[in-house]
Antibody
Framework: EVQLEESGGGLVKPGESLRLSCAAS????????MTWVRQAPGKGLEWVGH????????DYAAPVKGRFTISRNDSINTLYLQMNSLKTEDTAIYYC?????????WGQGTLVTVSS | DIVMTQSPDSLAVSLGERATINCKSS????????????LAWYQQKPGQPPKLLIF???TRESGVPDRFSGSGSATDFTLTISSLQAEDVAVYYC?????????FGGGTKVEIK
């Protein structure tokens, strides 16, 4: 069964950092383009960025570029999202998902709350 | 950026009736080299992550009931639920994967009338 499981969310203050992880199973992780998508409370979906397979080139949405870093460890089938200089507007559920023709599957998400 | 605009924001449909959701992109998401529309549809039920329903604008994901269908090309797309069931109550999103940044529509909430 193809599965993704995020972890690492929590409550942090503005300006602080947090690292999210996403453990993958049931597919060849190293061949997959992996993506982070977030959803602010009661709002729609927002693409955060992705990391390509075979070399790990990354692309980011403008609101997070320069603050967030996506990386991967193919030896342990894990995706990461390092979030620095967090802002209150980064408060959201963060989902990891596999990118092919569309996003599938999705993890259950992990909640990040940025508040003083 | 390619802006995705969905309409309506919400709709209420009787059980067994048809539900139609529209999605318009600010520029074409049709790749003329392979004649594919880079457009997907998702269903999100309360408290759950999104679920991929349709990709390439009209290809149903494995396991998705055939009452869900996608149509359209270039800039105008439609998700149709041919006979609404109680379990279809959800928010539906379109998304383009033609160009960066990847973008979603604002969502359409489907309820039972």
């Amino acid at each position: 069964e193809v599965q993704l499981e995020e972890s690492g969310g929590g409550l942090v203050k503005p300006g602080e950092s947090l690292r999210l992880s996403c453990a993958a199973s049931g597919f060849t992780f190293s061949n997959a383009w992996m993506t982070w998508v977030r959803q602010a409370p009661g709002k729609g979906l927002e693409w955060v960025g992705h990391v390509r397979s075979n070399g790990g080139t990354t692309d980011y949405a403008a609101p997070v570029k320069g603050r967030f870093t996506i990386s991967r460890n193919d030896s342990i089938n894990t995706l990461y999202l390092q979030m620095n200089s967090l802002k209150t507007e980064d408060t959201a559920i963060y989902y990891c998902t596999r990118y092919s023709a569309g996003f599938d599957p999705w993890g259950q998400g992990t909640l990040v709350t940025v508040s003083s | 950026d390619i802006v995705m605009t969905q309409s309506p924001d919400s709709l209420a449909v009787s059980l067994g009736e048809r539900a139609t959701i529209n999605c318009k992109s600010s520029q074409s998401v049709l790749n003329s080299s392979n004649n594919k529309n880079y457009l997907a549809w998702y269903q999100q039920k309360p408290g759950q992550p999104p679920k991929l329903l349709i990709f390439w604008a009209s290809t149903r994901e494995s396991g998705v009931p055939d009452r869900f269908s996608g149509s359209g090309s270039a800039t105008d797309f439609t998700l149709t639920i041919s006979s609404l069931q109680a379990e279809d109550v959800a928010v539906y999103y379109c998304q383009q994967y033609f160009g960066l940044p990847l973008t979603f529509g604002g969502g359409t909430k489907v309820e039972i009338k």
